[in-house]
């Protein structure tokens, strides 16, 4: 599977922008390369470097451009690497209104190729004097539009096949300081194939699946004087599976997890809920599922799912609250016979911190689904 550390440090390092060249001069290409494989390793010592800079027209072209491979990071290295017209200036330390790069190779626990990539309206900031190293990306110093990878095939230590992936595609915009308020992108077509489920109790094949294919988009917004996070969408669709869609609005998220950093039950706490709505709308994967479990039970598919139905009243009794569990049930029934969609929504009254709705949950489990004012449905126009 892909690791985060390399999509969210090699992919955001895939980026910088360049929204002003006022005042901007022309930079010599070692320190055009230097400045750029610097950033893209986060500062680290040794873990950005390259072969060759050289001028060619406008451009500068870097050889054997490599970022990461230290304290146990996975390493990339782009064979051929072009800086467009880039520039310097009083605020940036480097600007270009493209970077591209091309026959790409990751190697580390993750290995695999990246044919291309690219960087849109790129701006480098400067490295701030006696910053220390950032192995995690936390302080991005490189800012952008759009940043784009196609062609990846990559494989985890010992997998018996790669993760392929056709093309990324990250846009940004609204930055405060170096971080993007703003931000859309996707994943297209990205392939798990049925050989990395080997050994495993579940495979893809016992559904009809050759290989699991997913795409995923998100568009969200987050306000840096409210802190609120707008999900206007993260979708995840499988193909010809279903579609899971997920979106909401989120209180006091941290505007830079460098300056605000805390540990994830502590972020959980603080987070403040406003709304919250999943929804997965089916294209054949829950048929294919109780199409198989009922093969397991030796009865048929409608029976095995009027059996479920029927079962639902008596596995919710634990909740404790009769009106949800009857609302569940219900939803859950209709689904479950005829599988179209289900959504859960979470819409409270006021907003609830999570320490509010961890408190409820620990002293007064029945009453949280009333709290969430959560509302289960089954089979409704979106």
Do not use: C
């Not at 895939?14 to 901007?24: G, I, R, W």
């Not at 480097?94 to 990539?117: D, H, Q, R, W, Y």
């Not at 306000?223 to 499988?238: C, F, G, H, N």
């Not at 030796?298 to 639902?312: N, R, T």
């Amino acid at each position: 599977m892909l690791p985060t550390r390399m999509t969210a440090s090699a992919l955001v390092g895939l980026v910088a922008v360049a929204l002003s060249f006022d005042s901007a001069a022309a930079i010599e290409p070692q320190a055009a390369a230097r400045i750029l494989a610097t950033a893209l390793a986060n500062g680290v010592e040794n873990a950005g470097h390259f072969e060759e800079a050289t001028q060619e027209g406008s451009d500068v072209v870097v050889k054997g451009l490599t970022f990461g491979g230290e304290s146990g990071e996975n390493a990339v290295r782009f064979e051929r690497t072009v800086i467009a017209s880039p520039a310097e200036g009083t605020e940036f330390a480097l600007t270009s209104p493209k970077i591209t790069m091309s026959s790409g190779a990751v190697t580390g626990e993750t290995s695999g190729t990246v044919a291309e990539a690219s960087i849109t309206n790129a701006r480098i900031l400067p490295e701030p004097a006696g910053a220390a190293p950032d192995p995690a990306g936390r302080n991005q110093r490189i800012l952008y539009d759009s940043a784009e990878a196609s062609g990846l095939s990559l494989r985890g230590e010992d997998a018996p096949a790669d993760v392929t992936i056709a093309r990324i595609v990250v846009n940004t915009a609204n930055y405060t300081g170096s971080m993007p308020q703003e931000s859309d992108g996707r994943i297209e077509s990205l392939v798990i194939p049925s050989a990395l489920f080997q050994g495993l109790a579940f495979s893809p094949q016992m559904l009809g699946y050759d290989s699991i294919v997913l795409d995923v988009s998100w568009d969200g917004r987050l306000d840096a004087e409210t802190k609120l996070l707008d999900i206007q969408k993260l979708d995840v669709t499988m193909e010809n599976g279903g579609v899971l869609t997920f979106s909401g609005q989120v209180g006091n998220v941290p505007l830079s997890p460098s300056a605000e950093s805390v540990d994830a039950a502590g972020l959980a706490s603080q987070l403040v809920v406003h709304k919250l709505t999943l929804r997965y709308e089916d294209q054949s994967l829950a048929r294919r599922v109780l199409d198989d479990q009922a093969r397991r039970q030796g009865v048929p598919p409608d029976q095995y799912a009027q059996q479920l139905s029927a079962a639902l009243p008596f596995l919710l009794m634990t909740l404790n609250n009769p009106e949800f569990q009857n609302q569940v049930a219900g939803a859950v029934g209709s689904f479950l016979t005829d599988p179209q969609s289900l959504t859960v929504e979470i819409a409270p009254a006021a907003p609830l911190t999570g320490a509010e709705i961890l408190e409820v949950a620990a002293t007064a489990p029945q009453s949280l689904p009333d709290k969430l004012n959560a509302k289960v449905t089954a089979n409704t126009p979106e």
